[in-house]
């Protein structure tokens, strides 16, 4: 069955970098962009950005460019987000997702991950 | 960037009922219209794709209609586990944008 599973919550003060994993499984990781969302605490969801796991190819969100970087290890069939710069107010859920068609239709997401961003 | 409004924000209603959620776009977007589930703690889950198709594995209760700028998401008899919150979400064109959601409680 498919599965994405991220990797555990973080708490990291302001100012540093924050990696999370999202590793796929029970599909094709190639076939299937992996978008990045993220939901702060009460709030609704913020797309990130998408990565081709095939080519490597990335787009990121207007408001997160030159701070945000995607990545993967198709070894391990295993997608990253980055995310540096840390503020408070990047505290949030962060979600990994397959696409189902491209465009931004997901129909399998990570269980999220907790980032805390806080001195 | 495309503006998603849901309406309402929330509501109360009891099991058995119809639940009728709807979601507006600033502009077309066609049929690229998406809804999700969101149980508390949890990851969204995609319930209807390209405004009407039922995701595999979703009860049929659920059902989705509308093109263009208005949407409809109705859940014909609300049971237990229904309770959650729902987003719309448009993939017509970049950035894909999200509904505020919609919160369904127990009345």
């Known amino acids: 069955q498919v599965q994405l599973v991220q990797s555990g919550a973080e708490v990291k003060k302001p100012g540093a970098s924050v990696k999370v994993s999202c590793k796929a499984s029970?599909?094709?990781?190639?076939?299937?962009?992996i978008y990045w969302m993220r939901q702060a605490p009460g709030q609704g969801l913020e797309w990130m950005g998408w990565?081709?796991?095939?080519?490597?190819?990335?787009k990121y969100a207007q408001n997160l460019q030159g701070r945000v970087t995607m990545t993967r290890d198709t070894s391990i069939s295993t997608a990253y987000m980055e995310l540096s710069s840390l503020t408070p107010d990047d505290t949030a859920v962060y979600f990994c997702?397959?696409?189902?068609?491209?465009?931004?239709?997901?129909?399998?997401w990570g269980q999220g991950t907790l980032v805390t961003v806080s001195s | 960037d495309i503006q998603m409004t849901q309406s309402p924000s929330s509501l109360s209603a009891s099991v058995g009922d119809r639940v009728t959620i709807t979601c507006r776009a600033s502009?077309?977007?066609?049929?690229?219209l998406n809804w999700y589930q969101q149980r508390p703690g949890k990851a969204p889950n995609l319930l209807i794709y390209a405004a009407s198709n039922l995701q595999s594995g979703v009860p049929s209760r659920f059902s989705g209609s509308g093109s263009g700028t208005d949407f409809t998401l109705t859940i014909s008899s609300l049971q237990p586990e229904d309770f959650a919150t729902y987003f719309c979400?448009?993939?017509?064109?970049?950035?894909?944008?999200f509904g505020q959601g919609t919160k369904v409680e127990i009345k």
């Open positions: 979400q448009q993939s017509y064109s970049s950035p894909p944008t």
């Open positions: 502009q077309s977007i066609s049929k690229f």
């Open positions: 990565m081709n796991p095939e080519s490597g190819g990335t």
């Open positions: 029970g599909y094709s990781f190639s076939d299937f962009y």
């Open positions: 997702a397959r696409d189902k068609v491209v465009g931004g239709t997901c129909d399998y």
